[in-house]
């Protein structure tokens, strides 16, 4: 009898035992589909969008604290123009604390230095110089010294090099079909004002001009005209305003695009063909005076076989044509930052600007 009792209660146990588990996982398998539902195909779809808004929100802001000499342009130009997408630019101040890179035009900033940010620079920020000018035409700014991380210019060594630059082509082209030429030699000035180009410019072209004449232009030409006009002639004098290592602007590039041969005035010969072949170009170093250019350019344009040497380079290289419009001047710069600061997150001082820049 007692036996049977304990049987009978080790049963009932048993049973609520298992019952009580039972109940348990049943409420386990519920919380389970609640907060841990199976991801369908309509879920899964929508992962994508989600993933580019989290790309979107990550892109490093780049703040453009002045517009370089007013001259202001649509941020989806980098897009459009260069395919670089890879920051967030804006010129809205109030995103400050937020930027990862503040690009500070040069020539913008106050002899007090009053008109640079204020507020405290998060840890994070890098400051970038941005100037394009050589150093003849650049001012010195006292307490500039040691302010910034990145610099931005024409120099090759430079953190951010600007410079249009050739491409090298995967196969040698056709030969190349040269355009239609009115005239043997030009050069393109501000306003026709001999003063805006250098001393040494200047003085060179006074005594060319007594052996070769010269068609001169202003630079009012823009665009698909500033490029006919050059296309128009065999040869431009290409005279940089100042001569300094690495100093070689658009009016290298521009005859180089148009299908003519630059006549260069700047830094020496071996300075520009780190940028071009050497035989893309006339250097006037290569003359002892203007009188035997003169003399070589009226035997070239007499020689088609001989003038046409100098663009074999263009079977092996691709050049682009700059931008030309006033409001694009500084464009190209502006964008290569935003390249360079999607791309690189390493920090640096600078830590004497002007020892760098004025060597």
């Not at 790309?55 to 395919?83: G, H, I, R």
């Not at 230095?113 to 006292?142: A, K, Y």
């Not at 170093?285 to 040497?309: G, H, I, Q, T």
């Not at 690189?344 to 600007?353: M, S």
Request: proline share 5%.
């Amino acid at each position: 009898m007692a036996f049977s009792l304990f049987r009978l209660i080790l049963t009932g146990v048993l049973l609520l035992v298992g019952t009580i588990v039972l109940v348990l996982m049943y409420n386990s398998s519920l919380l389970s589909h609640k907060y841990f539902p199976v991801r369908n195909s309509k879920l899964l779809a929508v992962q994508p969008n989600c993933t580019m808004v989290t790309q979107q929100s990550n892109k490093p802001v780049v703040l453009l604290w002045f517009w370089p000499e007013n001259k202001a342009f649509d941020f989806q130009d980098c897009k459009k123009l260069f395919k670089i997408t890879n920051c967030k630019l804006t010129d809205d101040k109030s995103l400050y604390s937020k930027a990862e890179a503040v690009l500070i035009f040069h020539k913008a900033i106050y002899e007090d230095l009053s008109n640079l940010p204020t507020s405290p620079r998060p840890g994070f920020q890098r400051w970038i110089w941005l100037n394009m000018d050589s150093p003849t035409n650049t001012r010195q700014i006292e307490g500039l010294q040691s302010l910034f991380n990145l610099t931005l210019s024409y120099r090759r060594d430079a953190d951010i090099p600007v410079r249009w630059k050739l491409t090298a082509k995967k196969q040698p082209a056709e030969e190349f079909v040269l355009p239609k030429k009115k005239r043997l030699l030009c050069w393109i000035l501000e306003n026709s004002d001999l003063n805006t180009t250098s001393v040494e410019g200047s003085s060179y072209y006074a005594k060319l001009v007594e052996y070769i004449k010269v068609h001169v232009f202003n630079t009012t030409l823009k665009g698909e005209r500033y490029f006919q006009t050059i296309s128009s002639c065999k040869f431009l004098l290409s005279f940089e305003n100042s001569i300094h290592k690495d100093y070689i602007s658009e009016i290298f590039n521009g005859p180089l695009a148009a299908g003519t041969v630059p006549i260069v005035l700047g830094p020496p010969r071996k300075n520009y063909e780190d940028f071009a072949p050497g035989t893309a170009f006339i250097h006037v170093s290569d003359f002892p005076d203007p009188m035997k250019l003169a003399d070589l350019l009226l035997r070239l344009d007499e020689d088609s076989e001989a003038y046409m040497k100098y663009f074999t380079w263009r079977q092996f290289y691709t050049v682009r044509r700059h931008l030309t419009e006033e409001n694009h001047k500084y464009t190209h710069a502006i964008c290569q930052a935003c390249y360079h600061v999607g791309l690189n997150k390493e920090y640096r001082v600078v830590r004497d600007l002007y020892k760098w820049f004025y060597q």
